[in-house]
């Protein structure tokens, strides 16, 4: 159970260029009982585990998939170098996850900014009346506790409109909408008219605000890991060894009054405890003996979750960069945003491409043609002639329906607190369960860090 197959080590370490390799043997057979078992080998899910192996206690970490770092996977670049297909960026503020890859050796680099040639914050720096909604944003998030959002004032109001309805009640330049629509769309993957205006303040509350948010220069995609973010999850799980068992998702959750018992198709682990660290989403595709308490069973049923489309356009050199441009573009005709993705090594020249998939064709060679016909008029005909294009659809994976949280409106007024309780010997993991940066790698860790707390206080 959980043999890695030769193919399936070979190309995830040729996937992510990695030079940490792991043992060929590692993780073939479950053990019979461990202290803790967690579900899901992403970065919540590892540092659980690490922070449990530190303080002496027995682990399996469950993976369906054929390689650790869930959401974060890292797509090697011909010639050499990585990009990232999932989580990629980190900034200030994130210190749980920059201690993490400081303790691994895993260096960053800065996103590059060059000369600027209209980025979303410049936009935004020249609309007074943009400005005016941010100020507001702000001092509705002042208002709303991190770890309990659902007790702010005003909580039901807020989670019962969305965020369309609150824009619409202010008289906007339809400019202004399109700004903030576009910053939702590029931070959440959703429609402003889809999304509770409470999640969205809760959203900005835990990435300190709306600027720290959607910024580069100071923000949430001011630097990227030389290697790819999902180095980070390699290095944790090479550690942790044949405790990760992949290739074996779980069917089933036993909870008894002295145990969990953890059933794959083969095998069945018993522990003391169990971490759960997986979106609310995923996690609701366990089958739980005894059901769940009707609210957390809510939470889970009713969690919506963006698929996240990212495409990589892969050229000789950075040649806009010879032209005085940075690489960014707010937006297109089917193109969310654009950024320059190029190594930290100067070479390839890479534009990343974030968009939604609906709105693409079926066909990987159309979707190509459309993309780059998009970013002729903000980089030039050179954009036709990429070498190499690199595509992560997460609505194909099967096992992360997704990579954002677009909470409907009420969902979070009446299921929040069950988000993060535990349920007698189950606890929650995984990064929107964070108070702190939910959604991005840095929640993760932190979700990963508090769950191995909780468990090691619960004896």
């Known amino acids: 159970m959980g043999r890695i197959r030769r193919r399936d080590f070979l190309g995830a370490v040729t996937t992510i260029g990695a030079r940490a390799a792991f043992p060929l043997g590692w993780g073939r057979t479950a053990p019979p009982a461990v202290d803790v078992a967690i579900i899901g080998a992403g970065l919540a899910g590892l540092v659980a585990a690490t922070d449990l192996v530190a303080q002496g206690s027995t682990v399996a970490v469950f993976e369906a998939k054929n390689r650790p770092g869930g959401r974060t996977v890292s797509q090697a670049l011909p010639g050499g170098g990585v990009v990232d297909g999932g989580g990629a960026w980190v900034g200030p503020t994130q210190d749980a996850i920059l201690a993490l890859a400081q303790r691994l050796n895993v260096p960053t680099f800065p996103t590059y900014t060059g000369r600027s040639d209209g980025t979303l914050e410049q936009s935004a720096a020249l609309s007074t009346e943009l400005l005016g909604i ?83 220069e100071g923000g949430a995609r001011e630097r990227r890991f030389v290697g790819g973010s999902q180095l980070l999850a390699l290095r944790l799980a090479e550690a942790i060894g044949q405790r990760v068992l992949l290739n074996t998702p779980v069917i089933r959750v036993v909870q008894k009054s002295d145990r969990i018992e953890v059933r794959t198709r083969v095998a069945i682990v018993e522990a003391r405890r169990l971490i759960v660290a997986m979106s609310p989403f995923d996690a609701g595709r366990l089958e739980f003996l005894p059901a769940l308490p009707p609210q957390r069973q809510a939470l889970m049923s009713s969690w919506k979750i963006a698929s996240g489309y990212k495409a990589h356009l892969v050229y000789p050199t950075p040649f806009w960069r010879a032209a005085g441009f940075n690489g ?78 677009v909470l409907p409106p009420g969902l979070l007024t009446q299921t929040g607190e069950s988000l993060r309780r535990p349920i007698d010997r189950i606890h929650w993991a995984g990064t929107e369960t964070s108070d702190r940066w939910n959604g991005f790698m840095d929640g993760a860790v932190r979700s990963g860090h508090r769950a191995a707390t909780e468990v090691l206080g619960a004896g």
Not at 338 to 350: R, S
């Open 328 to 405: 960014i573009m707010p937006g297109g005709k089917v193109a969310a945003e654009t950024f320059d993705d190029t190594p930290p090594e100067g070479a390839p020249g890479v534009i990343l491409v974030t968009a939604d998939r609906s709105s693409l064709p079926r066909n990987k060679n159309e979707r190509q043609l459309a993309l780059t016909e998009d970013l002729v008029r903000a980089f030039g005909p050179p954009v036709r002639g990429p070498t190499a294009f690199l595509e992560k659809d997460w609505s194909t994976d099967p096992w992360n329906a997704g990579c954002h949280s």
């Open 134 to 216: 941010v100020g507001e944003f702000q001092t509705l998030t002042a208002a709303i506790s991190r770890d309990a959002p659902w007790t702010a004032p005003g909580a039901a109001e807020l989670d019962q409109m969305t965020i369309a309805d609150w824009l619409g009640r202010r008289r906007l330049t339809p400019a202004t909408v399109q700004q903030v629509e576009a910053a939702v769309r590029n931070s959440l993957g959703g429609a402003t008219d889809r999304v509770s205006f409470l999640w969205w303040l809760t959203y900005l509350r835990s990435a300190g605000g709306y600027r720290i948010l959607t910024g580069l």
